[in-house]
């Protein structure tokens, strides 16, 4: 029997990397899975080689939700993965003495307010069968700080702790409704691709970014994607308010690399 056995799954930032992965392997384990992202045309093509169904969902819209609850008002899988990271359109300063408010605003809009109506779309849509799994995709960078990156690690943060409010809120409830956060650190996704160039230097760009990792490399998005199926399934039914870390070593000590 398959792990997910007809599940109705969502996941948000479904086009790419971390997220694609995870509706990959939703659908691989027969779960009827609903691809999410404001990236129409890269959304509907992942949703049509996967094969489950696409929708538009701009996770900073109470309205999409509104949509989205509309369409599925039932489900037993959420996963909130869409994010950024304030450098998408550019190099600008994330320092917490020279961030701008907006840009502050513009990380937190998407990370934060969106994990919220995410959560809360979830605990509606599982309200009737009073079970279900939230999965919050953080980051290494909510379990400490990064200075050139305030909002970032603020925002993760922020996903981390919300995880465990939702998850006492449930089970406060009598529901076994879940929710858990994931915390990878640096795993190889298109976001990397511009510091790693295509040239003979890749190696070495890849091998100096990872040089404080323990594992010595990057991780995969389908080792993230593996961990979500895991949350997603009744094998973690006694699974919540948790935080699981992917990180290839790097928080187990200091930050010096082993001898």
Known sequence: ??????????????????????????????????????????????????GCDYLHLD?????????????????????????ITGFEAGVAPHDPENASLDDWRAVHA????GTFLGCRYALRAMRENKRGSIINISSRSGLVGIPGAAAYAASKAAIRNHSKSVALYAASQGWAVRCNSVHPAAVLT????????????????????????????????????????????????????????????????????PG
Not at 59 to 76: F, I, T
Request: hydrophobic share 45%; with cysteine.
């Open 59 to 83: 996770v900073r819209s109470e309205a999409d939700w509104d949509a989205l609850a509309k369409r599925l008002p039932q489900a037993h899988v959420v996963v909130n993965n869409a994010g």
């Open 190 to 257: 298109p976001m990397w691709e511009p510091m790693l160039g295509n040239g003979p230097e890749r190696e070495a760009n890849m091998a100096a970014l990872v040089a404080d990792t323990p594992l010595k490399r990057f991780g995969t998005v389908e080792e993230v994607a593996a961990l979500a199926l895991y949350l997603a399934s009744d094998e973690s039914a006694y699974m919540t308010g948790s935080e699981l870390t992917l990180d290839g070593g790097l928080l187990a000590g200091s930050a010096a690399s």
């Open 1 to 50: 029997m398959s792990k997910l056995n007809g599940a109705i799954c969502v996941v948000t930032g479904g086009a790419r990397g971390i997220g694609r992965a995870i509706c990959a392997a939703f659908r691989a384990e027969g779960g009827t899975v609903t691809l999410t992202d404001i990236d129409d045309e890269a959304g509907e093509a992942a949703a049509a080689e996967i």
């Open 110 to 113: 998407v990370n934060t307010d």
